[in-house]
Structures are given as structure tokens and as C-alpha cells.
């Protein structure tokens, strides 16, 4: 098991920047992939950005590469996903995710946070 807490979100205008962070407790941070996931009113949970156990591995979905960037600090047991650029149709809440291999498919996923929301006005 394991528990992860959202925070950093809130609301900004188009072109700008937010750092989400994402707190883990209760089980070995390192034994798991870590991802974040999103969803916007009246739309499905969509795959966001995910990191490998090692760190070796990234994947991003293709609406946000290039501009977010996703990392893990294994001694904190912390992950991040920095948003620049950011755009009107990213407004969505964010959830951390942790899986036990890395992944873009949100249903890969065990483990859900309880979402923070971001907002990016135009």
C-alpha cells in the first residue's frame, strides 16, 4: 500500500507555470513507477506523464511534451511534474499515480491520490 498527497495546484493565466508535488508514504517509494494522470470536467482520466522506478525511463502523453517535465527524488520519497506553457486545456485536476511498472494507460495504475485542480485561464 501506499498513500499519495497532491499539492501545488491552483489558478494561473495561459503561458504560465505551476509545480505539482506529489508526498508518498507507507511502502517502498522506490518499488514503484510514478505517473501523473488528469481529468477535466465531463471528460475521461487521461495519461499525463509517467517516470520509471530507476528514473531511466519518461513517458509523456503528446499534448504536453515539451512542456512538462516529470521527476522523482527517491531519498524524499516525492515526485513532481513541472508545467510550463501552460494552456486553457489543461485545466483538469491532477492525481499522482503509482503502479508497479511504468505506463501510459491510467487503468495500469493502483495507486490514486486525491487530485488537486488546476485552472489556467486565458
Known amino acids: 500500500q501506499v498513500q499519495l498527497v497532491e499539492s501545488g495546484g491552483g489558478l494561473v493565466q495561459a503561458g504560465g507555470s505551476l509545480r505539482l508535488s506529489c508526498a508518498t508514504s507507507g511502502s517502498t517509494f522506490s518499488n514503484y513507477a510514478m505517473g501523473w494522470c488528469r481529468q477535466a470536467p465531463g471528460k475521461e482520466r487521461e495519461f499525463v506523464a509517467a517516470?520509471?522506478?530507476?528514473?531511466?525511463?519518461?513517458y509523456y502523453a503528446g499534448s504536453v511534451n515539451g512542456r512538462f517535465t516529470i521527476s522523482r527524488d527517491n531519498a524524499k520519497n516525492m515526485v513532481y511534474l513541472e508545467m510550463n506553457n501552460l494552456k486553457p486545456e489543461d485545466t483538469a485536476v491532477y492525481y499522482c499515480v503509482a503502479g508497479q511498472t511504468i505506463s501510459d494507460r491510467p487503468t495500469h495504475y493502483h495507486y490514486w491520490g486525491q487530485g488537486t485542480q488546476v485552472t489556467v485561464s486565458s
Open positions: 517516470i520509471s522506478r530507476d528514473t531511466g525511463r519518461r
